[in-house]
């Protein structure tokens, strides 16, 4: 620790903090813009700046590190005039259509704006550079008229998901963010992960809104709508109601969708105990075939979509299990149509995702068991957030209320699968028991929970070893395969999912900000949610769910039969 001055006062902070981390232990919060921790400590916005005694100018606290009696102040005049002169060179080329934009009342800027007293718009008028849209991509939409250039979008790409697919284009007054040779979204090698998006601090970037799709849907008199609600939305929707991080609220989510208007109400975490009955089962076959190991995980479709476009040579060790939001919709436009005697042509699924690659996966070929595409439409945890406040429901104020059934009620395994290393417990739940051919007290494989990038671990079932290992982030993909492909490691099962830390923090997850996200574990304490779930449930193991073994037992035989695959399975292309 070491003594530090901020206004006056004497704080002590951990040696080798930032100014900004040192003031922010001490409840002192210094405004930033391009700050991100970790991977865009860039000091070039300069909203961050601070005197520091001795020091011939303003430093940028997000770089500038501590030492013992520093001296510091934050909110001098000197401090404040050269912030709000930082706003407004922003400002006056930023497009100032607040009123309408997608993140009035999350914006960053917008905040910081009104903090500083930056009021007289007109002022700031002049030349300015007109940008298109980019509209090209299923997931999202860029508006460079709307960004700061505070690179926080290019550094998740490329430093988070190691794909790089978007940079500075051009110099000076025409610099724009872009990707190679002004090619549009749809044009590169993105996989729709969406990182970009939860980290713009403006309205830049953001999800490509289908929620008319969906009101339009509740208003057609022959549709039957179903929406289903993904693993970890229910621990992440209410952050969009000002709820702490962490809290689960799917009682309230259930209700919110009720009201909206659906005509059932069902969990893809049951989807997600199918998608566990089939990714053992093809395991164990593998297991039986001598491969080809390791076995990839295939929910993700940033994952699958980054195995497609960069690694086609490992689309035979991809699982060919559909995503759970995939397996939902085909087992509503088969089973549950004929079970309710409704044409599947009638029926219009809904996917509430944490996810904008889930966009792009809806739209994806041999995904459509009945004749018409599994699911109809994904909307993000944000689109949902959005029609909640449209529809004029007060969501802290409702009432829990469950699931309709048959497809809403879930194991404690279809819970976990939001979190990284989730699908693998789950899986391992299910293969050791299937192994063993009878029921096993075993039901926590605590080695693959946590945030670590990359995680491993090696299980003994029933006299054989298993080598599993566990990636979250392309980033951290990348590694994992890199010791594969090199021969330095050899599994025999790998989870990857698309986002660091898995769907609790996908790129379609509530936006938070910077002041929020450099300071907070939303990772942990998202999927900490989930884990206390799965620990509360009755049965944990997706073998164990009666609505599973219903529904194999009366339509798809048995796990990895031909009409399970036909149904439940799917391909890829490189
Ligand atoms: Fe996920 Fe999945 S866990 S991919 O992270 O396998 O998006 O939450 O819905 O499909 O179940 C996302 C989450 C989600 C699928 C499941």
Redesign the pocket.
Known sequence: EVMITINGKIWTAPEGSTILEAARINNIEIPTLCFLKEINEIGACRMCVVEVKGARSLVTACVYPISEGIEITTNSKKVFDSRKTTLELILSTHERKCLSCIRSGNCELQKLCKEFNVADEDYFNGENCEYEFDDSAVHMVRNNNKCILCRRCVAACSKWQAVGVIGPNNRGFKTHIGSAYEQNLSEVPCISCGQCIVVCPTGAIHEKDQTQEVWDALEDPRKHVIVQT????RVTLGEAFHLPVGTNVEGKMVAALRRIGFNKVFD??V??DF?IMEEANEFLERVSNNGPFPMFTS??PGWVKYCESYHPELIPNLSTCK????MFGALAKTWYAEKEGIEPKDIFVVGI???TA?KFEVTREDEAAAGYSDCDVALTTRELARMIDKAGIRFVDLEDETFDNPLGEATGA?YI??ATGG?MEAALRTAAETLAGHSLEQVEFTEVRGMSGIKEATYEMSGATVNVAVASGIGNAKKLLKRIESGEKAYHFVEI?GCPG??IN?GGQPVQPASVRNFVDLKTKRAAALYSEDKDKGLRKSNESPIVQKIYQEFLEKPGSLKAHHILHTSYRD
């Open positions: 993904a693993p970890s939305i893809t975490n989807a997600a998608t929910c993700s995503s759970p939001q995939q995702m944490p996810c889930k279809g699968f939001g699908v999912m898995g769907c996908g």
